[in-house]
């Protein structure tokens, strides 16, 4: 069969197979059907909560099955390749900088070249460039480089630099960029702020072709030594791969409660989530903080990439999920493997950490959307999952209003207790693959989930096309305001619904059933409750704010 009907053939199963999957789910969340009830529906277990139970039994299965594959002996080989790190610095606490640097000096992995690209070319922001001199050798091994513009900036009042109008000067700069970035093994640029995918796009524009593989890291992340050697063996062992990401876990998780709880919530994500996308090998986000891509592949991306639009706009985030989409539009497929490990900095400030993931989730909704494009370069899972996971959050908000607002209590304690519930369940397994019952805590994740994330995730849909970073820099932290918007207005919504609720019930007396049901299901949700914050402070609490502490895995020094 000639490749454009093949491909004509894919796109129609691809859409079909999608359409089915969408009607599927909207056929049992509409009818309601249920598969077994108590006789006035206190109780029950329907075709919809079957769907999402399935989803949820097909991810782990493939996710184990995954992990069980990582851990199998890997055929030898002769890795002679060569590797640049690159590193995207912002404003970076001086603290994180040392670490991550200190951390890429103890990369396993001979001739390795480092790349760090500062964004930002003031007096302020040269203590990065001292720093990097310090751990990596000194101004006679490492090159470096302040430049008063950028690639699409010479740094004038000008502005941008356009095709065909480019200065003299400009090009003689950007051409003296690559020539320090290809002629030394350690090099450190300062250039005009431009946002990280300016940052990302001089390493990678400067590294040209002199190298076979490029690895992304972030200024806040510190670096398992095997984490380039572990990421490369995947790359190798299929040249059908062009990209992997690795596992990534917090590493300032006890310095408060959003952090720990972001550390187990990570941990699900890559060894669950993208685990079982792996399977596929089609994981739809290599992250910023430890990833590696084939040089080759990504220079044939790299100008689209960075010229990226949405709805007119230039993008100014969700630089990482989009460079995984680049390479799944070209029919690669992009791994995950926890053999490669790092740590990086997360948000200890729960405005700031709001902030963070409702940019996630516009660069989410967005990537989305482009994503679908190309569903039939590859397995039918990456359809099915982008289904249930893109239109998940619009039938949960839909549930809980319609929930909120029926007039029963029984009926908001229910959800409250299956949100709990499932949550159990998911820590449950993951206390089980993880081999630590730390993980038990991802039940609380649950809530935190329904009463900040869902609401961020509709207020990103709203706001998709407003630019900005979402987090500031880490030297001095900025908290925007804007994030607590969308709760607040979800909060009252739920109060609306809980008033309209009491209202109703106090108009006739409760039956001998409701009243037995509610008293059972507030004193087993309070029961919940109890453990988990007994457990909290036994556990958690305790290690909270000792610097010693926070890091565990053996690369990371305190």
Known sequence: MPSRCRNALNIVVTTLFAAVVLFTILLAYVTGYQFIHTEQHHLSFGLYGAFLSLHLFLQSLFAFLEHRRMRSPARPQHLRRSVALCIAAYQEDPDYLRKCLRSVRRISFPGLKVVLVVDGNRPADRYMMDIFHEVMGGAEQAGSMVWRG???????????????????????EAARVARLVRGHRYSCIMQEWGGKREVMYTAFKALGDSVDYVQ???????????????????LEEDPLVGGVGGDVQILNKYDSWISFLSSVRYWMAFNIERACQSYFGCVQCISGPLGMYRNSLLQRFLEPWYHQTFLGSKCSFGDDRHLTNRVLSFGYKTKFTARSQCQTETPTQYLRWLNQQTRWSKSYFREWLYNALWFHKHSLWMTYESVVTGFFPFFLVATVIHLFYRGRLWNILLFLLTVQLVGMVKATYACFLRGSLVMIFMSLYSLLYMSSLLPAKMFALLTINKAGWGTSGRRKIVVNLIGAVPVTVWALVLLGGVVYTIYCETQEPFSEMEKALLIAGTVLYACYWLVLLVLYLAIVAKRCNKREEQYQLPYAES
């Open 150 to 172: 950028n690639f699409h900036s010479d740094g004038g009042k000008g502005g941008g630099v356009g095709a065909g109008r480019r200065s003299a000067v400009h090009m003689e």
């Open 216 to 234: 992304v890291c972030d200024s806040d992340t510190v670096l398992d030594p095997a984490c380039t050697i572990e990421m490369l063996k995947v």
